[in-house]
């Protein structure tokens, strides 16, 4: 049972840990905010659930699963809201989404 | 395994910052910092772990709380004109830089 326990932290914080790089590459590639903003904000909710629940395998206190599922709710509530706030606020003032001129014709069309 | 997520983390925030030294417009420093805190709050329970002191998962959640106390503060302003952003400067900016390597349809 304690193996098996480990076994699937092991599995969650690997998973995690790829997400959480791969979203910090996706904020360094993509070429335009909106596109970035949508690799951070994704990422930062998976990548940040599965890391927490790998650590809650692992312990066997109580009060430390609870503080587990606190943050992780935290971040669940916390997370999305930001990146809403931040993406009408850009929008807001002003900054446009970078559309390729073909496909820009593609939605005048339909 | 602790170990290698927290190597994950430190790597991810390294190039949170390098988005938040680079970015064009404002926003996108306040989205990598942002980020940047959401890492930091993983990597303070990851290290908690590591040094067998879950202790540590306290200052996370006020890391947490925080982090998005700072962001809506930041963008409580957004109604200013410093906030405003110019989409002339981008397009000049972009006229002046060779387009050969940029993707075209």
Sequence with gaps: MDTLMSFFSG?????????????????????????????????DT???????????????????IAKLMIILLLGLIVGPTTSHVLAKAAL?????????????????KK | MIIAATLA?????????TRAVLGPSLYDRILAVNMFGT?????IA????????????????????INFISVIGVLRYSGS?????DNKADET???????????TP
């Design chain 1, 11 to 43: 599995l969650c914080l690997l998973v995690g840990a790829l997400i959480c790089v791969s979203g910090a590459v996706g904020v360094n590639r993509f070429d335009d905010f909106y596109t970035r903003m949508h690799a951070a904000s994704v990422t």
């Design chain 1, 46 to 64: 998976l990548g940040a659930a599965f890391i927490l629940i790998g650590l809650m395998f692992i312990s066997d206190q109580f009060i430390v």
């Design chain 1, 92 to 108: 807001k003032n002003g900054l446009k989404p970078n559309i390729p001129e073909q496909s820009r014709d593609d939605i005048s």
């Design chain 2, 9 to 17: 983390i430190f790597a991810a925030m390294a190039l949170a910052l």
């Design chain 2, 39 to 43: 890492k930091t709050v993983l990597l």
């Design chain 2, 46 to 65: 990851l290290l908690g772990f590591l040094m067998g002191r879950p202790e540590f998962l306290d200052i996370a959640i006020v890391y947490a709380l």
């Design chain 2, 81 to 85: 004109n410093a906030f405003k952003h």
């Design chain 2, 93 to 103: 900016i972009e006229k002046s830089a060779s387009r050969s390597d940029k993707w």
